[in-house]
């Protein structure tokens, strides 16, 4: 387990330390701006595309790689390799006939796809609790992210007045170079990925049951996104793109912090999935997570008092603001994290997709309810409550509800 963490930690700590320096540089390179459009669209597609492969077939892929049913691994790539393109193609053609920024959006596409793509591999071989690969891949490629940002502003690519496509050029490069580092250094592991999957057995499941599970955790996938980041498109419509500026980078300073039970959990959830009894694994992590949380709060709100007015100055006070009123979802999401992850493991995905629906509809109101008022305050409260609610009722599910029928499959 601790090797594992420690490749883990090397793809999404290094990576998230990465894309953080990333988002906190594009204020000062480019202006809050153009940081605002670009963020805005941004979030626009990682609502759309991340649900719908991210996190439902790399779930899917995850827990059945970990149960030995390869043939259902094999049915998840099939899906992916055959639906995902004719996806970007449908929303780039969207973007070419109506008020898209079409440059913008087909860059963000193509940065998409080279990622889901990177991380249905990485899933795999997490199912088989083997993650040297994520580790060197994934946080080798994220470096490359505020590298080539950096390097197109020197060398003035777009200037003098550079456009929210050219962080999206950049997110581009990331994604081209991880498929490069895959194949320089894994061509052996690719290799044996392609050979367990044309080998493998049947699937033990009906192509329709893994259909619908695939669509509740694709649905879980789609309504979380949209709770977390339909506040960033509210603001743009009712506010402004600068206020989205403003909140979107004090909510990726949060973020941040979100690496450590992201981390834990890809580690634990293969672990939680074989467990014959997951109550003693549930008590150490629970706790583990508690603690962590509160020191991770600290630091959050000590990042807002002395780093972000050193960073951006008097002029973009307002991101401390945000900061500190997005600082408590940290406790929250990091036992969010737990027990949402046990309702996949018991098969629950359609409690949990009530639970983040539920979410879902508290957000929009309040956002609906505060924005006009408060603005980007007014959206971090909203935050602040959707998160209680969501580990609210996912703790209480999962403590009390048996594993499920085969309704909630």
């Known amino acids: 387990m601790i090797r594992n963490l420690a490749w883990v930690t090397l793809h999404h700590g290094v990576g998230r330390a990465a894309v953080f320096v990333f988002f906190l540089a594009l204020p000062r390179l480019l202006g809050i701006e153009v940081t605002g459009r670009f963020t805005l669209w941004y979030t626009v597609i990682l609502m759309l595309c991340q649900p719908l492969l991210d996190f439902s077939l790399n779930m899917v892929v995850v827990k059945y790689t970990a149960r030995g049913d390869v043939g259902v691994v094999r049915r998840a790539f099939i899906f992916a390799a055959g639906f995902f393109p004719l996806l970007l193609l449908g929303l780039y053609v969207v973007a070419l006939v109506g008020p898209w920024p079409d440059d913008l959006i087909g860059l963000l596409l193509l940065s998409f796809g080279l990622s889901l793509s990177l991380n249905l591999v990485f899933s795999y071989f997490r199912g088989l609790e083997d993650l040297r690969i994520e580790g060197v891949v994934g946080g080798g490629s994220k470096l490359l992210g505020p590298f080539l940002l950096f390097a197109l502003v020197a060398l003035g690519v777009g200037a ?21 580092l895959l194949m320089v ?7 044996k990925l392609v050979a367990a999957l044309r080998t493998a057995a049947p699937a033990e499941r009906s192509g329709f049951s893994l259909v619908r599970e695939g669509l509740a955790l694709g649905a879980v996938g789609l309504v979380c996104v949209l709770y977390l980041r339909i506040d960033v498109v509210m603001l743009g419509a009712m506010v402004g793109e600068s206020e989205v500026g403003f909140y979107f980078t004090a909510s990726k300073i949060v973020e941040t912090a979100f690496i450590v039970p992201h981390i834990l959990m890809l580690v634990v959830f293969p672990r939680l999935v074989k467990a014959p009894d997951v109550a003693p694994l549930l008590r150490r992590f629970s706790w583990m997570l508690a603690g962590l949380s509160l020191v991770a709060s600290a630091a959050v709100i000590a990042l807002g008092i002395w780093a972000v007015p ?34 996949v493991v018991r098969d629950l995905q359609g409690r949990y997709l009530a639970i983040a629906v539920a979410g879902l509809v508290l957000n929009l109101a309040l956002n609906a309810l505060l924005i006009p008022t408060y603005q980007g305050v007014g959206a971090a409260a909203a935050t602040v409550a959707t998160e209680l609610l969501i580990t609210a009722a996912a703790v209480v599910t999962a403590l009390r509800a048996a594993p499920a029928s085969g309704s909630d499959r």
């Open 160 to 180: 003098p007045d550079p456009g929210p496509w050219l962080p999206a050029l950049a997110m581009v490069g990331v994604g081209i170079g991880g498929w490069v």
């Open 185 to 191: 250094f894994f061509s052996g592991r690719l290799q």
């Open 310 to 343: 050193a960073i951006y100055g008097s002029s973009l006070a307002r991101i401390s603001t945000m900061v500190f009123a997005l600082a408590p979802t940290i406790a929250p999401v990091y036992l969010g994290y737990l027990f949402t992850q046990l309702l």
